[in-house]
C-alpha cells in the first residue's frame, strides 16, 4: 500500500538556520503531497501541498517540490525562527476517490534563540 | 468562517465503556474523515463519511462506529474501551481534496 517516510527526528537548530526535513513516498499513480505542522497541544495544520510532478508548494516561507522522479518533497525553510518549532507531517493522498491521508511518522523541529 | 470543530476536548473513560466524539466542518465541506493519533505517532486514517454514508475504512475493528449527519456534522462512536484506544482523534474535513483538521479530543482510557 501507499506510504511516507521522513527522516527521523528529533532536529534542533538555532535560529536563522537552514531547514531541510526529507520525505519520500511510494505510491501506486500520482498522489498528492502534503506538508501538516501541529504545534504543542493542537491539531494539525495544513502548511503547503503540490498535487502534480514539478509543482511548488510555499507559504510561510517554507517550501517543498513534488519530484516524482525521485519520489519525494523534502521540506525547506531558509531561516527558521523560534515560532517554527512543531511536529511536521509528510503526506498524501492517492488519485483514486478516496481522500484518504497517509502520513509520515512525524519530524519534531526545535528552534533555539 | 469557522473552521473544523471537535467536542469535547478531553475526556476520561475506563475500560469497557463507550464513547461519542463530534465534529462540525468547515461551511462548504460535505466530506468528514477520522483519524487517531497515537503518542509520538502520525494520524492513522478511520473512516471517511460522504452523504451520510461512510465512503472508506481504515484498518480498525467494528467497535469504531461512525455517523454523519444531513448537516455534514459527524460523530465517532467507540464501544468496549481498551487501554489502547488512548489518543487525540481528529476529525477533517475537504473539499476539492485538501483536509483540514480540528483541534482534536484527547481521550485517556484508564
Known amino acids: 500500500g501507499d506510504s511516507v517516510t521522513q527522516m527521523e527526528g528529533p532536529v534542533t537548530l538555532s535560529e536563522e538556520a537552514f531547514l531541510t526535513i526529507n520525505c519520500t513516498y511510494t505510491?501506486?499513480?500520482?498522489?498528492?503531497l502534503f506538508w501538516y505542522v501541529q504545534y504543542p497541544g493542537e491539531g494539525l495544520q495544513l502548511l503547503l501541498k503540490?498535487?502534480?510532478?514539478?509543482d511548488k508548494g510555499s507559504n510561510k516561507g517554507f517550501e517543498a517540490t513534488y519530484r516524482k522522479e525521485t519520489t519525494s518533497f523534502h521540506l525547506e525553510k531558509g531561516s527558521v525562527q523560534v515560532s517554527d518549532s512543531a511536529v511536521y507531517f509528510c503526506?498524501?493522498?492517492?488519485?483514486?476517490?478516496?481522500?484518504?491521508?497517509?502520513f509520515g511518522k512525524g519530524t519534531k523541529l526545535t528552534v533555539n534563540p | 468562517d469557522a473552521g473544523v470543530t471537535q467536542s469535547p476536548t478531553h475526556l476520561i473513560k475506563t475500560r469497557g465503556q463507550q464513547v461519542t466524539l463530534r465534529c462540525s466542518p468547515k461551511s462548504g465541506h460535505d466530506t468528514v474523515s477520522w483519524y487517531q493519533q497515537a503518542l509520538g505517532q502520525g494520524p492513522q486514517f478511520i473512516f471517511q463519511y460522504y452523504e451520510e454514508e461512510e465512503r472508506q475504512r481504515g484498518n480498525f475493528p467494528d467497535r469504531f462506529s461512525g455517523h454523519q449527519f444531513p448537516n455534514y456534522s459527524s460523530e465517532l462512536n467507540v464501544n468496549a474501551l481498551l487501554l489502547g484506544d488512548s489518543a487525540l482523534y481528529l476529525c477533517?474535513?475537504?473539499?476539492?481534496?485538501?483536509?483540514?483538521f480540528g483541534p482534536g479530543t484527547r481521550l485517556l482510557v484508564l
Open positions: 477533517a474535513s475537504s473539499t476539492r481534496r485538501t483536509q483540514y
Open positions: 503526506a498524501l493522498t492517492d488519485q483514486g476517490g478516496s481522500e484518504k491521508l497517509v
Open positions: 503540490a498535487t502534480k510532478a514539478d
Open positions: 505510491a501506486t499513480g500520482y498522489p498528492s
